[in-house]
């Protein structure tokens, strides 16, 4: 069932008959510099650019009706057949002459295409460095000011360590100062003391 089907069929087909056999006789009629050879197949494939460019839409709309894979697989025989010469014909009859009298305006057409491409491909360059730019400036300030409240905290961490060992250190000196003080008046108090009994208990010389 999946070979006969009509699609699969058609694509094979086309791949076959319509692209790798016509690309192989272009190949041998540039190497043998045939100009008639090369002409036919110039113009097989100008038809067949425009067939594909065609059934890129056909295959949407008119893939329901009746026979439609089957029309594609014989047109494209018939656009290969040294006996129809379907490309050669469909060129020089329609193809040739619409191209020739509109030539000038599609070249025109393509001219400001091109230039409108290129001023638009400029436009979006700039305003894409232009966001890059933006983004990696905002990027780094974020990161600086990221930087510095991590700096500031760990300045504040510092701080709070340096009040915490001086408070730590400062009541051992406060004791030992008020423990000298202390100290003091009880060595005067006993020497006063030493000295009334001094005054009491020696004996008076006569």
């Known amino acids: ?27 041998k009629a540039v190497k043998s510099k045939d100009i008639k050879e090369y002409v036919k197949w110039m113009m097989y494939w100008i038809i067949f650019a425009l067939f ?16 439609y894979y089957e029309l594609k697989i014989a047109f494209v025989a018939w656009l290969l057949s040294p006996y129809t010469k379907g490309s050669s014909l469909l060129y020089r009859k329609f193809v040739h002459p619409t191209l ?15 230039d409108r491409s290129y001023d638009a491909l400029v436009h979006f360059g700039k305003r894409g460095l232009n966001v890059a730019a933006t983004a990696a400036v905002m990027a780094a300030s974020k990161g600086q000011g990221a930087l510095s409240e991590r700096l500031r905290s760990f300045s504040m961490q510092d701080l709070s360590t340096i009040r915490g060992d001086s408070s730590s250190t400062v009541p051992p000196s406060v004791t030992v100062r ?3 003080k202390q100290s003091q008046p009880k060595t005067s108090r006993s020497a006063s ?14």
């Open 1 to 27: 069932f999946f070979l006969f089907n009509p699609f699969i069929v058609c694509l094979f087909s086309r791949l076959i008959f319509g692209t790798l056999y016509p690309a192989y006789y272009s190949y």
């Open 52 to 67: 594909t460019t065609a059934e890129t839409f056909t295959d949407i709309f008119l893939c329901w009706f009746p026979f």
């Open 100 to 114: 020739s009298s509109k030539e000038k305006e599609i070249d025109d057409c393509l001219i400001q295409a091109k």
């Open 178 to 180: 008020t423990s000298s």
């Open 193 to 206: 003391e030493d000295g009334c009994w001094d005054s009491h208990t020696s004996p008076k010389i006569m």
